[in-house]
C-alpha cells in the first residue's frame, strides 16, 4: 500500500495523471468511478485534461459503485445522475459505456448479479477510484461487512445517513436506508486502487485503514490484502497516521517515472 500526504489541490492531479497514463496507453480501458465529495477533484482535474489537452474516454467504459435503492430516476441524488453531473457529462464517454447498479430495478438480487456479470465480461476493473466514509466504509460496505462480498443489497447506518444528509437539504429521513453496493471482493478484484481522502473528519478511518488491523469493523482494512493500492491524502486526513514521517520521505524520494 501506498500511502502519499499531499495537499488536497496536488491529489486531484495525481490520480488524474494515473487514470491519464492507463487512458493513453490503454483507451479500451475499464475505470471504476465512486461517488461522494472526494474524488470530485479528481473529475475536475479529468474534465480540464479532457478540455485543453484532448484527454478522450471515447473507448473507455466505467463502472460505478453503488447506488441508492429507490431514488426516483430523476432525482438528483441518484448516484446514476451524480457522476453524469460530476463526470460524465464534461467529457466523451460514449452512450453507455458508463453503468451503475440499478437501484430502481423490480429485482434487486438478480440486478447485482447482472451487475456483477457485466463487470466480468469486460475483463473487471483496471483503475478504481475510490473514497472513504468516516466508519472505513468503501462504497456502501458498512462495518460488518463480509469481506468477501460481492455486489448485493445493503442497509446503511445511522451514521452514513448521517453523513450523507448533507446532499438531501440535511434531512437525514430523507436518505434512502437502502443501497446497492459492490462488494468488498468485487472491489478487490479491480487491478489498481485509488483511495483519495481529504479532512480531519477521515483521520481516524485512514489510520485504520492502513495500519489497523483487517477487520469487518473497519471494511477499507481489507484494502491491505491488495497487491496495488495507492492512498491520496491530505494533512488533516493523515493526522492519526503513526508512520506518517515514512510516507512522506518515501513518496519524497520516488522516481517521477514510476508513476502510481
Ligand atoms: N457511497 C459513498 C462512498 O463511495 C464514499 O466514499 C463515502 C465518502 O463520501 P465523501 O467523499 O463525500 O466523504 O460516502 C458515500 O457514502
Redesign the pocket.
Known amino acids: 500500500m501506498e500511502v502519499v500526504i499531499a495537499p488536497g489541490s496536488e491529489l486531484g492531479r495525481l490520480a488524474a495523471s494515473a487514470i491519464e497514463q492507463l487512458v493513453r496507453s490503454q483507451p479500451d480501458a475499464v475505470l471504476g468511478l465512486?461517488?461522494?465529495?472526494?474524488?470530485l477533484a479528481v473529475y475536475d482535474e479529468l474534465a480540464r485534461r479532457h478540455t485543453e489537452r484532448g484527454l478522450s474516454f471515447a473507448r473507455t467504459r466505467a463502472f460505478m459503485?453503488?447506488e441508492y435503492v429507490g431514488l426516483a430516476a430523476d432525482h438528483p441524488e441518484r448516484y446514476r445522475n451524480v457522476i453524469e453531473k460530476d463526470l460524465v457529462s464534461r467529457v466523451d464517454f460514449a452512450p453507455g459505456a458508463v453503468r451503475g447498479p440499478d437501484g430502481l430495478a423490480d429485482d434487486l438480487v438478480a440486478a447485482c448479479a447482472d451487475y456483477e456479470d457485466a463487470i466480468a465480461a469486460v475483463g473487471g476493473v483496471d483503475l478504481q477510484i475510490?473514497?472513504?466514509?468516516t466508519d472505513g466504509?468503501?462504497?456502501?460496505n458498512e462495518p460488518g461487512s463480509s469481506l468477501a462480498s460481492r455486489t448485493r443489497i445493503k442497509t446503511l447506518t445511522r451514521q452514513?445517513r448521517e453523513?450523507?444528509a448533507r446532499f438531501f437539504g440535511g434531512d437525514v429521513d430523507q436518505v434512502p436506508q437502502h443501497?446497492l453496493?459492490q462488494g468488498l471482493a468485487t472491489i478487490m478484484s479491480a487491478r489498481h486502487l485509488v483511495l483519495v481522502a481529504t479532512g480531519k473528519g477521515?483521520a481516524e478511518a485512514v489510520h485504520q485503514l492502513v495500519e489497523g488491523p483487517v477487520s469487518a469493523m473497519w471494511p477499507a482494512t481489507v484494502l491491505q490484502h491488495h497487491p496495488h493500492v495507492t492512498v491520496l491524502v491530505d494533512d488533516a486526513a493523515a493526522s492519526r497516521l503513526q508512520l506518517a514521517g515514512y510516507y512522506r520521505e518515501t513518496f519524497a524520494s520516488k522516481p517521477d517515472w514510476q508513476g502510481l
Open positions: 465512486a461517488t461522494g465529495s472526494s474524488p459503485l453503488d475510490l473514497g472513504i466514509g466504509h468503501v462504497a456502501f452514513t453523513d450523507n443501497v453496493t477521515k
